[in-house]
Protein backbone atom coordinates (compact mmCIF):
# COMPACT_ATOMS: atom_id res chain seq x y z
CA UNK A 1 0.00 0.00 0.00
CA UNK A 2 1.10 3.59 -0.68
CA UNK A 3 2.55 5.41 2.43
CA UNK A 4 -0.16 8.26 3.54
CA UNK A 5 1.29 11.86 3.68
CA UNK A 6 -1.73 12.47 6.16
CA UNK A 7 -4.17 11.38 8.85
CA UNK A 8 -6.64 12.63 6.91
CA UNK A 9 -5.90 9.74 4.13
CA UNK A 10 -6.00 7.20 6.92
CA UNK A 11 -9.33 8.32 7.94
CA UNK A 12 -10.89 8.27 4.52
CA UNK A 13 -9.86 5.03 3.98
CA UNK A 14 -11.03 3.84 7.37
CA UNK A 15 -14.31 5.76 6.75
CA UNK A 16 -14.85 3.57 3.65
CA UNK A 17 -14.27 0.39 5.06
CA UNK A 18 -16.69 0.82 8.04
CA UNK A 19 -19.23 1.69 4.70
CA UNK A 20 -18.18 -1.70 3.49
CA UNK A 21 -18.78 -3.64 6.67
CA UNK A 22 -22.01 -1.94 7.35
CA UNK A 23 -23.61 -2.52 3.56
CA UNK A 24 -21.87 -6.09 2.90
CA UNK A 25 -24.92 -8.32 2.42
CA UNK A 26 -22.50 -11.21 0.47
CA UNK A 27 -19.93 -12.59 3.83
CA UNK A 28 -20.84 -13.49 6.82
CA UNK A 29 -19.34 -12.57 10.28
CA UNK A 30 -16.15 -14.05 10.67
CA UNK A 31 -14.90 -12.61 7.63
CA UNK A 32 -16.26 -9.30 8.39
CA UNK A 33 -14.38 -9.22 11.05
CA UNK A 34 -11.12 -9.86 9.74
CA UNK A 35 -11.75 -6.87 7.54
CA UNK A 36 -11.67 -4.73 10.34
CA UNK A 37 -8.77 -6.45 11.18
CA UNK A 38 -7.05 -5.56 7.64
CA UNK A 39 -8.53 -2.14 7.52
CA UNK A 40 -6.85 -0.98 10.44
CA UNK A 41 -3.10 -2.88 9.22
CA UNK A 42 -3.68 -0.94 5.94
CA UNK A 43 -4.50 2.25 7.84
CA UNK A 44 -1.35 2.01 9.84
CA UNK A 45 1.21 0.70 7.46
CA UNK A 46 2.93 3.77 7.86
CA UNK A 47 3.36 6.72 10.34
CA UNK A 48 1.48 10.10 8.51
CA UNK A 49 2.72 13.38 8.53
CA UNK A 50 -0.23 14.41 11.38
CA UNK A 51 1.52 12.33 14.05
CA UNK A 52 0.82 9.01 16.07
CA UNK A 53 -1.79 10.50 18.62
CA UNK A 54 -3.26 12.11 15.68
CA UNK A 55 -3.86 8.95 13.60
CA UNK A 56 -4.11 6.92 17.12
CA UNK A 57 -7.90 9.38 17.73
CA UNK A 58 -8.56 8.06 13.79
CA UNK A 59 -8.40 4.58 14.30
CA UNK A 60 -10.08 4.89 18.04
CA UNK A 61 -12.92 7.02 15.74
CA UNK A 62 -13.17 4.23 13.17
CA UNK A 63 -13.14 1.00 15.72
CA UNK A 64 -16.30 2.72 17.40
CA UNK A 65 -17.82 3.39 13.75
CA UNK A 66 -17.03 -0.43 13.27
CA UNK A 67 -18.73 -1.84 16.43
CA UNK A 68 -22.25 -0.29 16.03
CA UNK A 69 -21.94 -0.99 12.15
CA UNK A 70 -23.41 -4.55 12.33
CA UNK A 71 -26.00 -4.64 15.20
CA UNK A 72 -26.84 -8.46 14.61
CA UNK A 73 -23.08 -9.49 13.93
CA UNK A 74 -21.63 -9.27 17.74
CA UNK A 75 -18.20 -10.48 16.08
CA UNK A 76 -17.56 -7.34 14.10
CA UNK A 77 -18.03 -5.21 17.41
CA UNK A 78 -15.77 -7.74 19.42
CA UNK A 79 -12.95 -7.73 17.38
CA UNK A 80 -12.87 -4.10 17.40
CA UNK A 81 -13.08 -3.64 21.14
CA UNK A 82 -10.22 -6.21 21.16
CA UNK A 83 -8.28 -4.35 18.90
CA UNK A 84 -8.56 -1.43 20.95
CA UNK A 85 -8.11 -3.02 23.86
CA UNK A 86 -5.04 -4.65 22.36
CA UNK A 87 -2.77 -1.54 22.97
CA UNK A 88 -4.08 -0.73 26.55
CA UNK A 89 -0.74 -1.18 28.50
CA UNK A 90 1.42 0.78 25.88
CA UNK A 91 3.03 3.55 27.21
CA UNK A 92 2.42 5.62 24.36
CA UNK A 93 0.61 6.97 20.81
CA UNK A 94 3.63 4.87 19.05
CA UNK A 95 3.86 2.10 20.84
CA UNK A 96 -0.58 1.32 20.79
CA UNK A 97 -0.65 1.69 17.39
CA UNK A 98 2.57 -1.10 17.24
CA UNK A 99 0.20 -3.40 19.37
CA UNK A 100 -3.14 -2.80 17.57
CA UNK A 101 -1.12 -3.34 14.35
CA UNK A 102 -0.01 -6.49 15.40
CA UNK A 103 -3.22 -7.82 16.76
CA UNK A 104 -5.23 -6.11 13.72
CA UNK A 105 -2.37 -8.58 11.40
CA UNK A 106 -2.76 -11.36 13.53
CA UNK A 107 -6.81 -11.24 13.33
CA UNK A 108 -6.87 -11.07 10.11
CA UNK A 109 -4.65 -14.19 9.16
CA UNK A 110 -6.43 -16.35 12.04
CA UNK A 111 -8.69 -17.85 9.79
CA UNK A 112 -6.49 -21.35 9.33
CA UNK A 113 -5.30 -21.85 12.53
CA UNK A 114 -8.93 -21.18 14.40
CA UNK A 115 -10.50 -23.39 11.44
CA UNK A 116 -8.33 -26.61 12.38
CA UNK A 117 -9.11 -26.56 16.11
CA UNK A 118 -12.65 -26.27 15.17
CA UNK A 119 -12.32 -29.06 12.88
CA UNK A 120 -10.66 -31.13 15.33
CA UNK A 121 -13.73 -30.45 18.15
CA UNK A 122 -15.97 -30.89 15.30
CA UNK A 123 -15.10 -34.37 13.99
CA UNK A 124 -16.88 -36.46 16.85
CA UNK A 125 -19.97 -34.74 16.18
CA UNK A 126 -19.64 -35.56 11.95
CA UNK A 127 -19.40 -39.50 12.44
CA UNK A 128 -23.40 -39.24 11.13
CA UNK A 129 -25.37 -37.80 8.98
CA UNK A 130 -26.06 -33.81 9.42
CA UNK A 131 -28.42 -31.18 8.83
CA UNK A 132 -27.36 -28.14 8.20
CA UNK A 133 -28.90 -24.74 7.43
CA UNK A 134 -28.18 -21.23 5.66
CA UNK A 135 -23.89 -20.66 4.94
CA UNK A 136 -21.63 -20.23 7.86
CA UNK A 137 -18.23 -20.06 6.06
CA UNK A 138 -16.72 -21.40 8.50
CA UNK A 139 -18.99 -24.86 8.78
CA UNK A 140 -18.72 -25.08 5.24
CA UNK A 141 -14.91 -25.48 5.38
CA UNK A 142 -14.95 -27.49 8.34
CA UNK A 143 -17.14 -29.91 6.24
CA UNK A 144 -15.14 -29.89 3.34
CA UNK A 145 -11.82 -30.26 5.44
CA UNK A 146 -13.55 -33.45 7.22
CA UNK A 147 -14.28 -34.62 3.48
CA UNK A 148 -11.83 -36.61 3.61
CA UNK A 149 -11.80 -38.80 6.76
CA UNK A 150 -13.39 -42.36 7.07
CA UNK A 151 -14.81 -41.42 9.95
CA UNK A 152 -16.89 -39.10 9.16
CA UNK A 153 -20.67 -40.67 7.39
CA UNK A 154 -20.22 -37.49 4.55
CA UNK A 155 -23.89 -37.27 3.91
CA UNK A 156 -25.44 -34.25 4.50
CA UNK A 157 -29.21 -32.36 4.46
CA UNK A 158 -28.97 -29.27 3.12
CA UNK A 159 -31.87 -26.67 3.84
CA UNK A 160 -32.24 -23.77 1.34
CA UNK A 161 -32.44 -20.88 3.37
CA UNK A 162 -34.87 -18.58 1.76
CA UNK A 163 -34.88 -16.03 1.50
CA UNK A 164 -31.56 -15.36 -0.31
CA UNK A 165 -31.28 -19.08 -1.11
CA UNK A 166 -27.85 -19.63 0.16
CA UNK A 167 -28.20 -23.35 0.87
CA UNK A 168 -27.68 -24.17 -2.54
CA UNK A 169 -24.13 -22.38 -2.23
CA UNK A 170 -23.31 -24.74 0.85
CA UNK A 171 -24.93 -27.90 -1.21
CA UNK A 172 -22.90 -27.49 -4.14
CA UNK A 173 -19.64 -26.75 -2.10
CA UNK A 174 -20.04 -29.85 0.26
CA UNK A 175 -21.51 -32.02 -3.14
CA UNK A 176 -17.81 -30.54 -4.61
CA UNK A 177 -15.94 -31.97 -2.08
CA UNK A 178 -17.53 -35.84 -1.87
CA UNK A 179 -20.45 -35.17 0.71
CA UNK A 180 -23.91 -36.81 -0.25
CA UNK A 181 -25.82 -33.84 0.01
CA UNK A 182 -29.83 -33.63 -0.04
CA UNK A 183 -31.47 -29.97 -0.54
CA UNK A 184 -34.07 -29.69 1.34
CA UNK A 185 -36.84 -26.82 1.76
CA UNK A 186 -36.46 -24.51 4.92
CA UNK A 187 -40.13 -25.71 5.54
CA UNK A 188 -39.47 -29.51 4.89
CA UNK A 189 -36.83 -29.28 7.75
CA UNK A 190 -39.65 -31.34 10.77
CA UNK A 191 -40.05 -34.02 7.57
CA UNK A 192 -35.96 -34.42 7.37
CA UNK A 193 -34.22 -33.21 10.73
CA UNK A 194 -34.70 -37.38 12.21
CA UNK A 195 -32.67 -38.59 9.58
CA UNK A 196 -29.87 -36.77 10.99
CA UNK A 197 -27.30 -37.63 13.73
CA UNK A 198 -27.02 -33.89 14.17
CA UNK A 199 -27.39 -30.49 13.04
CA UNK A 200 -24.67 -28.37 12.59
CA UNK A 201 -25.65 -24.41 11.87
CA UNK A 202 -23.54 -21.36 12.10
CA UNK A 203 -24.07 -18.45 14.06
CA UNK A 204 -23.86 -14.63 13.01
CA UNK A 205 -23.97 -13.85 17.41
CA UNK A 206 -24.05 -15.92 20.44
CA UNK A 207 -26.02 -14.44 23.18
CA UNK A 208 -24.36 -14.44 26.66
CA UNK A 209 -27.23 -16.78 27.81
CA UNK A 210 -25.78 -19.30 25.50
CA UNK A 211 -28.78 -18.45 22.45
CA UNK A 212 -28.55 -17.90 19.12
CA UNK A 213 -28.66 -15.21 16.36
CA UNK A 214 -28.80 -16.98 13.04
CA UNK A 215 -30.12 -17.00 9.72
CA UNK A 216 -34.14 -16.99 9.64
CA UNK A 217 -35.08 -20.22 9.57
CA UNK A 218 -32.69 -21.54 12.51
CA UNK A 219 -35.18 -21.59 15.37
CA UNK A 220 -37.65 -23.73 13.49
CA UNK A 221 -35.22 -26.23 12.46
CA UNK A 222 -34.27 -26.71 16.09
CA UNK A 223 -37.26 -26.69 17.39
CA UNK A 224 -38.07 -29.73 15.02
CA UNK A 225 -34.67 -30.66 16.13
CA UNK A 226 -35.68 -31.19 19.45
CA UNK A 227 -39.02 -32.89 18.88
CA UNK A 228 -36.97 -35.39 16.84
CA UNK A 229 -34.05 -35.53 19.55
CA UNK A 230 -31.58 -34.47 17.59
CA UNK A 231 -28.84 -32.33 19.21
CA UNK A 232 -28.52 -29.07 17.57
CA UNK A 233 -24.85 -27.38 17.84
CA UNK A 234 -23.36 -23.89 16.37
CA UNK A 235 -20.30 -23.41 14.78
CA UNK A 236 -18.21 -19.91 15.26
CA UNK A 237 -15.56 -18.63 16.44
CA UNK A 238 -15.41 -17.23 19.99
CA UNK A 239 -14.80 -13.51 18.63
CA UNK A 240 -18.94 -14.55 17.76
CA UNK A 241 -20.27 -14.34 21.73
CA UNK A 242 -22.06 -10.87 22.50
CA UNK A 243 -21.37 -8.90 25.49
CA UNK A 244 -24.53 -9.40 27.65
CA UNK A 245 -25.74 -5.89 27.02
CA UNK A 246 -25.10 -5.95 23.63
CA UNK A 247 -28.63 -5.34 21.89
CA UNK A 248 -30.99 -7.63 19.85
CA UNK A 249 -31.17 -6.72 16.58
CA UNK A 250 -32.15 -8.90 13.70
CA UNK A 251 -31.68 -7.21 10.50
CA UNK A 252 -33.98 -6.62 8.00
CA UNK A 253 -33.23 -6.57 4.56
CA UNK A 254 -35.30 -5.53 1.01
CA UNK A 255 -38.90 -6.04 1.23
CA UNK A 256 -38.73 -6.22 -2.43
CA UNK A 257 -36.86 -9.73 -1.80
CA UNK A 258 -40.43 -10.82 -0.75
CA UNK A 259 -42.98 -8.82 -2.63
CA UNK A 260 -41.41 -7.57 -5.84
CA UNK A 261 -44.29 -5.83 -6.95
CA UNK A 262 -46.62 -4.23 -5.05
CA UNK A 263 -50.30 -5.50 -3.46
CA UNK A 264 -52.15 -3.32 -1.81
CA UNK A 265 -52.62 -3.54 1.65
CA UNK A 266 -49.65 -5.99 2.06
CA UNK A 267 -46.29 -4.99 4.31
CA UNK A 268 -43.58 -7.46 3.64
CA UNK A 269 -41.02 -7.67 6.61
CA UNK A 270 -37.92 -9.30 4.72
CA UNK A 271 -36.36 -10.35 8.44
CA UNK A 272 -33.15 -12.40 7.95
CA UNK A 273 -32.10 -13.38 10.71
CA UNK A 274 -34.09 -15.22 13.82
CA UNK A 275 -33.06 -16.28 17.68
CA UNK A 276 -33.16 -19.31 18.63
CA UNK A 277 -33.24 -19.67 23.27
CA UNK A 278 -30.34 -21.74 25.03
CA UNK A 279 -32.20 -24.25 26.04
CA UNK A 280 -32.42 -25.98 22.15
CA UNK A 281 -28.43 -25.08 21.67
CA UNK A 282 -26.55 -28.69 22.83
CA UNK A 283 -23.24 -26.54 22.71
CA UNK A 284 -20.98 -23.81 20.60
CA UNK A 285 -17.87 -25.63 18.93
CA UNK A 286 -15.11 -23.22 18.56
CA UNK A 287 -11.98 -23.09 17.95
CA UNK A 288 -11.08 -23.05 22.09
CA UNK A 289 -13.25 -26.78 22.09
CA UNK A 290 -17.24 -27.10 22.93
CA UNK A 291 -18.55 -24.62 24.92
CA UNK A 292 -21.70 -24.77 27.55
CA UNK A 293 -23.57 -22.00 28.78
CA UNK A 294 -21.25 -21.63 31.44
CA UNK A 295 -18.35 -21.28 29.06
CA UNK A 296 -20.23 -18.69 27.08
CA UNK A 297 -21.18 -16.34 29.71
CA UNK A 298 -17.70 -15.73 31.07
CA UNK A 299 -16.62 -15.11 27.31
CA UNK A 300 -19.38 -12.63 27.14
CA UNK A 301 -18.53 -10.62 30.03
CA UNK A 302 -14.97 -10.43 28.71
CA UNK A 303 -16.37 -9.09 25.52
CA UNK A 304 -18.73 -6.53 27.71
CA UNK A 305 -15.18 -5.17 29.52
CA UNK A 306 -13.40 -4.90 25.90
CA UNK A 307 -16.68 -2.89 24.54
CA UNK A 308 -17.07 -0.71 27.51
CA UNK A 309 -13.25 0.40 27.45
CA UNK A 310 -13.75 1.21 23.80
CA UNK A 311 -16.58 3.23 24.14
CA UNK A 312 -15.39 4.93 27.62
CA UNK A 313 -11.41 5.58 26.78
Known amino acids: MAARDDVGEAKRALDAAVRRVRDDREHGASWLAREVGRAVVDATSERPAGGAGALLDTVHDALRAFARARPSMAAVANVAAALWASGSGASGPNERLAAIREEARRTAGSEDTALAAIVAALRPLA ?14 RALVTLANERQVAREAFVSTSFPGGEG ?26 SHAAVVIVGADSVRADGSLVNKVGTCPLALAARQAQVPVYAV ?26 PVP ?17 AGVVTERGVLHQADVGRLAQAAGRALRRLEGE
Not at 170 to 182: I, P
Open 168 to 193: KATARALAGAGWRVTLVADAACGVFV
Open 236 to 261: CETFKVAAPDFPLELEEMDPHELLPE
Open 265 to 281: GVEARNVYFDYTPPELI
Open 127 to 140: AGVIYTHSRSGTVE
